[in-house]
């Protein structure tokens, strides 16, 4: 088995030189989509007073969530930004481990695997978070009040906060990215030495378990880190003080 794979790619697209999709992200990303969607609506379907089963596990969710948003900011401010943490935690984490499960590859082009190892997906999650953060430190503080924070404590401060911005963006997006990617190549190459012979798959068994609980410690470490910082940025747009 080749690691060396390709991925399915369409350029041009609306006649756009610029404009290319990676058909196996929109894949993934609507697949990971699709299981949040059922496993949340089953999971509220039947709601008790006394939660039991999967509605005491979404509740336990809803309760580590609040907590994390908690410890960034006042909640009388975060919770408007829990539907946020919420769906955002589970993306990452669902996308992370989506990557583990199985590998397709077709005339060498790979169409199943992690959109969280793209990093044109994990930049664009990171850039939609400080947009947020920009939209909702506007409408909280208002537009006067929150442009005061590019200028302090000395006006020419400004260019050091804008380049701040960018600098926020690629760390968020690229540490989610490098750990993903590192993890889906290693995983990769244990399956391709699996493949080669009998003997091959057997001295990749024990590795491959071992790399696979750890792949899902991982997972839920990177999802946890970049919902944390996302609430972390926004708090800093919307209160005042720290």
């Given at each position: 088995m080749n690691v060396e794979t390709k991925a399915p790619i369409v350029e041009n697209v609306f006649g756009i030189s610029w404009l290319s999709f990676n058909l196996s992200n929109v894949l993934m990303i609507t697949l990971v989509s699709i299981i949040i969607f059922i496993l949340c609506v089953a999971a509220t379907r039947n709601l008790k007073m006394k939660p039991t089963g999967a509605q005491n596990i979404m509740e336990w969710y809803v309760d580590f969530i609040k907590g994390l948003i908690g410890d960034t900011m006042d909640w009388k401010t975060g919770k408007t930004f829990l539907p946020l943490g919420?769906?955002?935690?589970?993306?990452?984490?669902?996308?992370?481990?989506?990557?583990?499960?199985?590998?397709?590859?077709?005339?060498?082009?790979?169409?199943?695997?992690?959109?969280?190892?793209?990093?044109?997906?994990?930049?664009?999650?990171?850039?939609?978070?400080?947009?947020?953060?920009?939209?909702?430190?506007?409408?909280?503080?208002?537009?006067?009040?929150?442009?005061?924070?590019?200028?302090?404590?000395?006006?020419?401060m400004f260019p050091f906060k804008v380049i701040e911005e960018f600098t926020n963006t690629l760390t968020l997006g690229l540490r989610l990215f490098?750990?993903?990617?590192?993890?889906?190549?290693?995983?990769?190459?244990?399956?391709?030495?699996?493949?080669?012979?009998?003997?091959?798959?057997?001295?990749?068994?024990?590795?491959?378990?071992?790399?696979?609980?750890?792949?899902?410690?991982?997972?839920?470490?990177?999802?946890?880190?970049?919902?944390?910082?996302?609430?972390?940025?926004?708090?800093?747009?919307?209160?005042?003080?720290?």
């Open positions: 919420l769906t955002l935690f589970l993306f990452i984490l669902f996308s992370n481990v989506i990557g583990m499960v199985t590998v397709v590859i077709v005339d060498d082009y790979s169409w199943w695997g992690s959109p969280t190892a793209d990093a044109g997906v994990t930049l664009a999650l990171a850039m939609m978070v400080v947009l947020l953060s920009h939209f909702y430190g506007i409408k909280l503080r208002g537009g006067k009040e929150y442009g005061k924070k590019f200028f302090e404590p000395v006006f020419f490098g750990n993903m990617f590192a993890g889906g190549m290693l995983t990769a190459l244990i399956i391709g030495i699996g493949a080669k012979s009998i003997g091959g798959a057997l001295a990749a068994g024990i590795p491959m378990l071992i790399w696979s609980g750890y792949s899902l410690f991982i997972a839920g470490i990177q999802a946890f880190i970049f919902t944390m910082l996302t609430m972390l940025y926004i708090s800093h747009k919307v209160e005042a003080s720290h």
